[in-house]
């Protein structure tokens, strides 16, 4: 089974510049984050999606940031313009969940091995 | 509201000697939680999970991890660490009610000396 797959590995851009990020899930997840990891600071979750609906982007930083996943298949993630904080690396992951009551599930989440952007 | 803190940001230990990485939690529902390790330029690899089942549980690597509820931890160890081990480790927390929101800790590096 394919794992979850990220494009590019890397990418370095100048400020302003305009980048896409893409990210294929696990065949059958309709679960899909994004999170960041900005430098020396903690992986923080960006945005959640659910099949094509986008189930919460509360980790959104701001409206430079824009996530698609046309189709519930694969998922973009576009920076315009990019500022130098945007750098970072930026890791997608996928899951199917399980849920068990109406207090539990097991969202066991399977994650790509990340895009590391860099804006100079 | 969900947090997750790792004690160390780094560990170091000797190769053949016990790991420790700790991770205390906060939750208001039933978490299910989780260590990842993340090797340099890698992506991120589930170690172990709880979900509610047995509270000691068993992962990959010879790695375990217990979940202590009155505690609030959910520490990682390993009886005698190998080089390979040497990388970062996440504990991380999901949430089952509501949207499965998922935090991480800061993280913890391991280093393994020879």
């Known amino acids: 089974e394919a794992g979850v797959t990220q494009f590019p590995s890397h990418s370095v851009i100048e400020k302003g510049q305009t980048v896409t990020l893409r990210c294929d899930p696990i065949?059958?997840?309709?679960?899909l984050y994004w999170y960041r990891r900005v430098m020396g600071k903690e992986i923080k979750f960006l945005l959640h999606f659910v099949k094509e609906s986008k189930q919460d982007e509360s980790g959104m930083p701001n409206n430079r940031f824009l996530a698609e996943r046309t189709g519930g298949t694969y998922s973009t993630l576009k920076v315009q313009p990019a500022e130098l904080e945007d750098s970072g690396v930026y890791f997608c992951?996928?899951?199917?969940?399980?849920?068990?009551?109406?207090?539990?599930?097991?969202?066991?989440?399977?994650f790509g091995p990340g895009t590391r952007l860099t804006v100079l | 509201a969900q947090s997750v803190t790792q004690l160390d940001s780094h560990v170091s230990v000797s190769e053949g000697t016990p790991v420790l990485l700790r991770c205390n939690y906060s939750?208001?529902?039933?978490?299910?939680l989780f260590w990842y390790v993340q090797h340099p330029n890698k992506g991120l690899q589930l170690l172990l999970k709880?979900?509610?089942?047995?509270?000691l549980v068993k992962g990959i690597n010879g790695f375990e991890a217990e979940f202590k509820k009155s505690e609030t931890s959910f520490h990682l160890t390993k009886p005698s660490a190998h080089m390979s081990d040497a990388a970062e480790y996440f504990c991380?927390?999901?949430?089952?009610?509501?949207?499965?929101?998922?935090?991480f800790g800061a993280g913890t590096r391991l280093f393994v000396k020879a």
């Open positions: 991380v927390v999901t949430e089952g009610a509501g949207g499965f929101k998922t935090i």
């Open positions: 065949s059958g997840h309709d679960n």
């Open positions: 939750s208001s529902y039933s978490p299910s």
């Open positions: 709880y979900t509610s089942a047995a509270t």
């Open positions: 992951a996928s899951s199917q969940v399980l849920v068990v009551s109406s207090a539990l599930a097991h969202n066991e989440q399977f």
